[in-house]
């Protein structure tokens, strides 16, 4: 093997290690990874799945009721999806954690051609954010709005039941 392949191949190790950072950091993921999220291993969990980015004030704005929600309902997992910049990884990582979001469930897809993923999120989905995605038994829900007070827990008590 020639030095360059074998700085190459060290490159290409390095690269998949930071892609999958240490539990409680943001985790930068592609859209391989996002697909593998949504579809969960424990089928009957529900699954919380909220794109956000730190730049879009609506999503900011509906956090605190993701953060309420996720303490209200331990047994539910949540995912905080960013679609920041991955050069800007820290500062939504920085962020997240100031709002208090669970940093197990953090990731931001390094993908900015939205048009080729959005649809494996769902095809209703414009690109728009917020978005919202719940997972239970295989079924798909997904919601292209800006969360209020009360809303989010309502939801998820329905598709507990």
Do not use: R
Not at 77 to 103: Q, T
Not at 116 to 138: F, M
Not at 146 to 151: C, D, I, L, W
């Amino acid at each position: 093997m020639n030095k360059i392949a074998i700085i190459l191949t060290i490159i290409g190790l390095f690269g998949n290690f930071q892609s999958y950072a240490q539990k409680g950091e943001m985790k930068i993921i592609e859209v391989p990874e996002l697909e593998a999220i949504m579809a969960p291993s424990d089928a009957e969990k529900l699954l919380v799945i909220n794109f956000w980015a730190t730049w879009c004030k609506p999503c900011v704005k509906e956090l605190p009721y993701f953060v309420n929600a996720q303490k209200q309902f331990p047994n539910v997992e949540f995912v905080y999806m960013s679609i920041d910049f991955s050069e800007n990884a820290s500062k939504a990582e920085k962020f997240a954690e100031k709002k208090g979001l669970n940093p197990d469930g953090l990731y931001l897809i390094d993908d900015v051609d939205y048009n080729s993923w959005i649809d494996k999120v769902s095809p209703e989905w414009s690109g728009a954010i917020p978005a919202t995605l719940l997972v239970k038994n295989g079924q798909k829900y997904f919601y292209e709005k800006e969360f209020h007070e009360g809303e989010l827990e309502e939801l998820i008590k329905q598709k507990l039941n």
